[in-house]
Nanobody, 127 residues
Framework: VQLQASGGGSVQPGDSLRLSCAAT????????VGWFRQAPGKEREGVAC????????FYADSVKGRFTISRDEADKTVFLQMSALKTEDTATYYC?????????????????????WGKGTLVTVSS
């Protein structure tokens, strides 16, 4: 499965942005999918992950109440709606999928050996 992330850009604090992660293969539907971010000099952080089927979502404390993850199986796409953006949200955002891990484990540990990553999209929040 190949993933393509898009939707990044430069915004001001308080603004909203929606990221998309499009998959090339229908087996994507059997995978938990998550959004991760990494800022320069910082460790990678799993910010939001959603189960196969979309019934369960996991969020990092840093984004709870501000970010919402969702998925559209027909379009093989996972979205990350980001609201009330802060300067500390500035990072390159990556999506990843895993057919083996549940959403919380995917966010906490990243993909397993059966998982897969997409290329990143840069989000810059500054005034």
């Amino acid at each position: 499965v190949q993933l393509q992330a898009s939707g990044g850009g430069s915004v001001q604090p308080g603004d909203s942005l929606r990221l998309s992660c499009a998959a090339t293969d229908r087996t994507f539907a059997d995978s938990a999918v998550g959004w991760f971010r990494q800022a320069p000099g910082k460790e990678r952080e799993g910010v939001a992950c959603i189960s196969a089927g979309g019934s369960v979502a996991f969020y990092a404390d840093s984004v709870k109440g501000r970010f919402t993850i969702s998925r559209d199986e027909a379009d093989k796409t996972v979205f990350l709606q980001m609201s009330a953006l802060k300067t500390e949200d500035t990072a390159t955002y990556y999506c990843a999928g895993d057919p083996q891990r549940i959403s919380s484990v995917l966010c906490e540990r990243g993909p397993s050996g059966l998982g897969y990553w997409g290329k990143g999209t840069l989000v810059t929040v500054s005034s």
